[in-house]
């Protein structure tokens, strides 16, 4: 008789209590036997001898075979783990795995967890039940990587939840190694590691609390924005599947939208009248897959951001794709803004009218010509609107947000449906550029908005935004601006730096050609832990929500953000939430 944390529905909310609960631990041996499991019971599920195909397993390391790895727990157990290990500097295409299938043989709702094994570098499993189209990579790097912490345990089991609820009669559970493919990060790497499932059945008042909550939108505070560009750093992306597992993650967070960036004007990754559908292959491996994948979705007719909008639209989520306002590479095939140029930078100078109607009818035909929700103007890169003598930058700028929120408006009323307008802006150094591409014009945080031709207080006073991302050091100011007005804050997190702007490390970007056999280091960045205590510092403040950029994977320890109740216990308990850090253990084959 185990006692267990059970999950009791209370006025439609999932709240955790200690109590003794009745409850069996059940092997796959004891299923075999006719076990018939009862809300409460866990199911350990570690028989690897049921996978299909059989011939994708081998007893010992073997590149192309799943690896039967013995090992053995602190207490002494010992078990077998699904592994693969094998890397290939020159050929690493040749250490992928096939996906395997654990037949589960159930009926009724479980939790489900996935054990598996932190390494010193990536590694995880990515897994999916039949009925979904998409895998979920459960990657126990999940925890804080810069001097502000301490460093992750390294050479232990970590459980980690994988579906808080899912109905999984008639289903089974497919099994690969992350994303399907090797990590181009850390060239050739194919780790991946199983330990075992976990399962909890559910009870029916479990369930229905379950899907209560769920239906709760008031919770959905937190955005994520995917730049469209990092996403293929490691593991690429080349398909229809690739794109729809971008929201696969998301499906049980709190969130209320996810922002594609399209590009860079003149650069759009999508069919325009008003830009070119570019391909720069660049000098990073990520640019290289990420114009495979769009060119390869033109070749096939496939919408990018239709398929995108439908996916998303299924969990609830908005989708507001959005672009870089300071980028120009491309524009100049644009005749009519061949002489809408910086003096000193190839980026469009926003005090040419023509510039300013060029980028409002490039988001309108977005708008119109797809299933989206709105559209986000990212002025946080590059930072460079104007020349630096141009007397008229902040008018020039409020004359383009009035011009933005009028046809936003305009397709809002023909679509029959609210449009959201968003921006979002930096007064750091880090990520935005500033001084790179102001002339190293080093000024203070808040006249580096001025440079830009940015007046906030206009655009709230004017509600010019639905939605306002301020990043850097007076996030508050921001905040407090917004409240009472029609304008909502979401303060921009960048996933590698503090909540104020400055970094917790080097930035090590996605690698170049000539980097690409090399080890590198693991890119510093903050840990659940982070997230949740500086978010819950900005809402305290009043903040609307939070915009999340850079950390796109959808971390089953940020689900539930916007339980503040929950956040608020976690943080003080110093706890994280879906993550359990179970046993370290010791192989016993090398």
Same mark, same amino acid.
């Given at each position: 008789?185990?006692?267990?944390?059970?999950?009791?529905?209370?006025v439609?909310?999932?709240?955790?209590?200690?109590?003794?609960c009745?409850? $069996?631990?059940?092997? /796959?041996?004891?299923?075999d036997?006719?076990?018939?499991?009862?809300?409460?019971?866990?199911i350990?599920?570690?028989?690897?001898?049921?996978?299909?195909?059989?011939?994708? &397993?081998?007893?010992?390391?073997?590149?192309?075979?799943?690896?039967?790895?013995?090992?053995?727990?602190?207490?002494?157990?010992?078990?077998?783990?699904?592994?693969?290990?094998?890397?290939?500097?020159?050929?690493?295409?040749?250490?992928?795995? =096939?996906?395997?299938?654990?037949?589960?043989?159930?009926?009724?709702?479980y939790?489900?967890?996935?054990?598996?094994?932190? #390494?010193?570098y990536?590694?995880?499993?990515?897994?999916?039940?039949?009925?979904?189209?998409?895998?979920?990579?459960?990657?126990?790097?999940?925890? $804080?990587?810069?001097?502000?912490?301490?460093?992750?345990?390294?050479?232990?089991?970590?459980?980690?939840?994988?579906?808080?609820? +899912?109905?999984?009669?008639? /289903?089974?559970?497919?099994?690969?190694?992350?994303?399907?493919?090797?990590?181009?990060?850390?060239?050739?790497?194919?780790?991946?590691?199983?330990?075992?499932?976990r399962?909890?059945?559910?009870?029916?008042?479990?369930?229905?609390?379950?899907? $209560?909550?769920?239906?709760?939108?008031?919770?959905?505070?937190?955005?994520?924005?995917?730049?469209?560009?990092?996403?293929?750093?490691?593991?690429?992306?080349?398909?229809?599947?690739?794109?729809?597992?971008?929201?696969?993650?998301?499906?049980?967070?709190?969130?209320?939208?996810?922002?594609?960036?399209?590009?860079?004007?003149? &650069?759009?990754?999508? =069919?325009?009248?008003?830009?070119?559908?570019?391909?720069?292959? #660049?000098?990073?491996?990520?640019?290289?897959?990420?114009?495979?994948?769009?060119?390869?979705?033109?070749?096939?007719?496939?919408?990018?951001?239709?398929?995108?909008? +439908?996916?998303?639209?299924? %969990?609830?989520?908005k989708?507001?794709?959005?672009?870089?306002?300071?980028?120009?590479?491309?524009?100049?095939?644009?005749?009519?803004?061949?002489?809408?140029?910086?003096?000193?930078?190839?980026?469009l100078?926003?005090?040419?009218?023509?510039?300013?109607? %060029?980028?409002?009818?490039?988001?309108?035909?977005?708008?119109?010509?797809?299933?989206?929700?709105?559209?986000?103007?990212?002025?946080?890169?590059?930072?460079?609107?104007?020349? =630096?003598?141009?007397?008229?930058?902040?008018?020039?700028?409020?004359?383009?947000?009035?011009?933005?929120?009028?046809?936003?408006?305009?397709?809002?009323?023909?679509?029959?449906?609210?449009?959201?307008?968003?921006?979002?802006?930096?007064?750091?150094?880090?990520?935005?550029?500033?001084?790179? %591409?102001?002339?190293?014009?080093?000024?203070?945080?808040?006249?580096?908005?001025? %440079?830009?031709?940015?007046?906030?207080?206009?655009?709230?006073?004017?509600?010019?935004?639905?939605?306002?991302?301020?990043?850097?050091?007076?996030?508050?100011?921001?905040i407090? &601006?917004?409240?009472g007005t029609?304008?909502?804050?979401?303060?921009?997190?960048?996933?590698?730096?503090?909540?104020?702007?400055?970094?917790?490390g080097?930035?090590?970007?996605?690698?170049?050609?000539?980097?690409?056999?090399?080890?590198?280091a693991?890119?510093?960045?903050?840990?659940?832990?982070?997230?949740?205590?500086?978010?819950l510092?900005?809402?305290?403040?009043?903040?609307?929500?939070?915009?999340?950029?850079?950390?796109?994977?959808?971390?089953?320890?940020?689900?539930?953000?916007?339980?503040?109740?929950?956040?608020?216990?976690?943080?003080?308990?110093? +706890?994280?939430?879906?993550?359990?850090?179970?046993?370290?253990?010791?192989?016993?084959?090398?």
């Amino acid at each position: 008789m185990n006692v267990r944390f059970c999950i009791m529905p209370f006025v439609s909310l999932l709240i955790f209590v200690c109590v003794a609960c009745p409850a $069996a631990t059940l092997t /796959q041996a004891d299923l075999d036997r006719g076990a018939v499991p009862k809300p409460g019971d866990e199911i350990i599920l570690r028989d690897f001898s049921r996978l299909t195909p059989k011939d994708a &397993m081998t007893t010992k390391s073997q590149r192309g075979k799943w690896w039967l790895r013995p090992y053995r727990e602190k207490d002494g157990a010992n078990h077998t783990m699904l592994m693969t290990v094998e890397r290939d500097m020159q050929n690493p295409e040749t250490c992928i795995v =096939p996906t395997v299938t654990y037949p589960l043989g159930l009926d009724g709702w479980y939790e489900v967890w996935i054990a598996t094994y932190r #390494g010193p570098y990536g590694g995880g499993v990515d897994v999916r039940v039949s009925n979904d189209d998409c895998f979920v990579h459960i990657d126990p790097q999940q925890v $804080a990587f810069h001097a502000k912490r301490p460093k992750p345990r390294v050479g232990a089991i970590v459980e980690m939840n994988y579906k808080p609820c +899912e109905n999984l009669s008639g /289903q089974s559970l497919l099994i690969r190694q992350p994303f399907g493919t090797y990590e181009s990060w850390h060239w050739g790497r194919c780790d991946a590691a199983l330990a075992y499932i976990r399962l909890v059945k559910l009870s029916d008042k479990e369930v229905a609390a379950f899907k $209560a909550d769920q239906a709760r939108t008031d919770r959905r505070v937190i955005a994520y924005d995917d730049d469209n560009f990092s996403r293929y750093w490691m593991w690429g992306g080349e398909s229809k599947e690739k794109v729809l597992r971008i929201f696969e993650p998301f499906r049980y967070h709190d969130v209320e939208f996810i922002s594609l960036c399209l590009g860079v004007p003149g &650069m759009l990754k999508v =069919p325009s009248p008003y830009n070119i559908m570019y391909y720069n292959n #660049g000098r990073r491996l990520g640019d290289k897959r990420m114009a495979t994948m769009y060119k390869d979705f033109v070749a096939k007719d496939i919408d990018f951001l239709n398929l995108a909008a +439908e996916r998303a639209h299924k %969990y609830g989520i908005k989708l507001l794709p959005g672009w870089r306002m300071s980028s120009g590479n491309g524009a100049a095939r644009d005749k009519s803004l061949a002489k809408c140029y910086l003096k000193t930078t190839n980026r469009l100078d926003f005090a040419y009218p023509q510039v300013r109607e %060029y980028f409002v009818n490039t988001v309108r035909h977005v708008l119109e010509n797809h299933d989206v929700d709105g559209f986000i103007l990212n002025f946080t890169r590059h930072c460079v609107h104007f020349n =630096p003598d141009e007397p008229n930058k902040e008018a020039h700028m409020n004359s383009l947000s009035a011009d933005m929120r009028k046809m936003v408006d305009e397709v809002s009323k023909k679509k029959g449906k609210k449009l959201l307008l968003g921006a979002s802006f930096s007064e750091s150094h880090y990520v935005s550029g500033f001084l790179k %591409y102001n002339l190293k014009i080093d000024v203070g945080p808040e006249e580096r908005l001025k %440079y830009q031709g940015i007046n906030v207080a206009d655009w709230v006073k004017n509600s010019y935004y639905d939605i306002i991302m301020p990043e850097g050091h007076h996030i508050e100011k921001y905040i407090e &601006m917004t409240r009472g007005t029609t304008t909502k804050c979401y303060p921009r997190w960048e996933y590698h730096s503090t909540m104020y702007g400055p970094p917790v490390g080097a930035n090590i970007h996605d690698p170049t050609p000539g980097e690409d056999k090399k080890d590198r280091a693991i890119n510093p960045h903050n840990g659940p832990r982070d997230f949740e205590a500086g978010w819950l510092k900005l809402h305290d403040k009043g903040a609307d929500g939070l915009f999340m950029f850079n950390n796109p994977m959808g971390w089953v320890s940020l689900r539930r953000m916007g339980h503040i109740d929950e956040v608020c216990r976690r943080v003080k308990a110093g +706890e994280v939430y879906g993550v359990i850090e179970g046993p370290e253990i010791e192989f016993l084959q090398p």
